[in-house]
């Protein structure tokens, strides 16, 4: 009998690289998505997979599925800035209810449940780089508390069940992610500055440029994601690539890989904005024997040929 592995958000950008990698593992595949943020676009080629199948809700309403099932990736909700800003309340929703009904699956099925959590938990950190065993800095009222806030409560939640009704947890910390099948229109950094500078605008700096990120290829993180969610590790696990760079530097990258010509344009730093991101990666390298394998330069090239194809197509 095949494994059966159902992903919440697998309609997203990194969920919709999830139902490949499932698929791949020869498990029956069942993407749940109402395509809030998500894209069929996504996951149209896996139809044809007599694998995959498509169950179209929102996840903060219960979820019924008359078949076993094995494992369980808790991947919907909305993640970027975009997104949680303009859909605050359906962003904590997703990750209070979304996620009691997710763990409730779980505990019906006697099945694993690996949520999706995210670096935000750190908020904007005091100690860097990030260990597991920081509790972050996070404005809760903030513009940005409801994405912060509603990933802290779905841990939170996710470690209740685990010592509670004895499910079997795992719990992943997402840092800055990119590849094919970002959305332009992401109000994230990487496809701002790449749809910007693929059309000629101006490149959109906030604050000075000197704030750092750390991006990881969504393959690397789709192996991390797959090793932790087999394996014995039931506490938080961050996953991302250590190696930071700061924003401007990060701008002159893409204006490279892209051949643009644009100039960089400062604007003043958002809200709650966190000033530096990179992951502690310790704990995957020692549980996982994981760490991220595409250097930035190949992962840009790669990922700015799926730009060219959108810019041009009209998406």
Not at 4 to 26: A, D, K, P, Y
Not at 35 to 64: C, E, R, W, Y
Not at 209 to 236: A, K, M, N, W
Not at 274 to 291: G, S
Request: glycine share 8%; charged share 20%; aromatic share 8%.
């Amino acid at each position: 009998m095949n494994k059966v592995t159902v992903i919440t958000g697998g309609g997203g950008f990194i969920g919709s690289h999830l139902c490949e990698r499932f698929l791949s593992l020869n498990h029956k595949t069942i993407c749940i998505d109402n395509f809030l943020t998500g894209s069929k676009s996504n996951i149209a080629h896996l139809h044809k997979n007599p694998l995959f199948q498509l169950v179209q809700q929102d996840v903060t309403l219960p979820i019924m599925l008359d078949t076993p099932v094995d494992y369980i990736l808790h991947f919907a909700s909305p993640a970027s800035p975009v997104d949680y800003l303009q859909l605050p309340i359906q962003t904590l929703k997703v990750g209070s209810l979304g996620t009691h009904n997710a763990l409730g699956l779980a505990r019906a099925k006697g099945a694993r449940i690996l949520l999706a959590s995210t670096s935000e938990v750190y908020g904007d950190p005091e100690i860097h780089p990030q260990k597991e065993e920081y509790w972050g800095n996070v404005n809760p009222i903030g513009i940005r508390g409801v994405y912060d806030e509603a990933k802290r409560f779905s841990e939170a939640m996710t470690m209740a069940y685990h010592r509670v009704h004895n499910v079997e947890t795992r719990i992943v910390r997402i840092f800055n992610t990119y590849g094919p099948r970002m959305r332009l229109a992401d109000g994230r950094v990487l496809p701002n500055f790449m749809g910007q500078a693929l059309r000629g605008e101006p490149l959109s700096i906030y604050g000075d440029g000197s704030q750092t990120r750390s991006f990881c290829h969504v393959d690397d993180l789709v192996e991390g994601i797959t090793r932790l969610l087999f394996s014995d590790y039931s506490g938080p696990v961050n996953i991302g690539n250590p190696e930071e760079c700061t924003i401007l530097q990060f701008a002159k990258e893409i204006l490279e890989i892209t051949g643009s010509k644009s100039r960089l344009d400062f604007h003043p730093l958002p809200v709650d904005d966190p000033k530096v991101r990179q992951p502690d990666i310790t704990r995957a390298r020692t549980i996982l024997n994981w760490e991220p394998k595409v250097n930035r330069h190949d992962g840009l090239v790669r990922t700015c040929r799926h730009f060219q194809e959108r810019i041009h197509g009209g998406k």
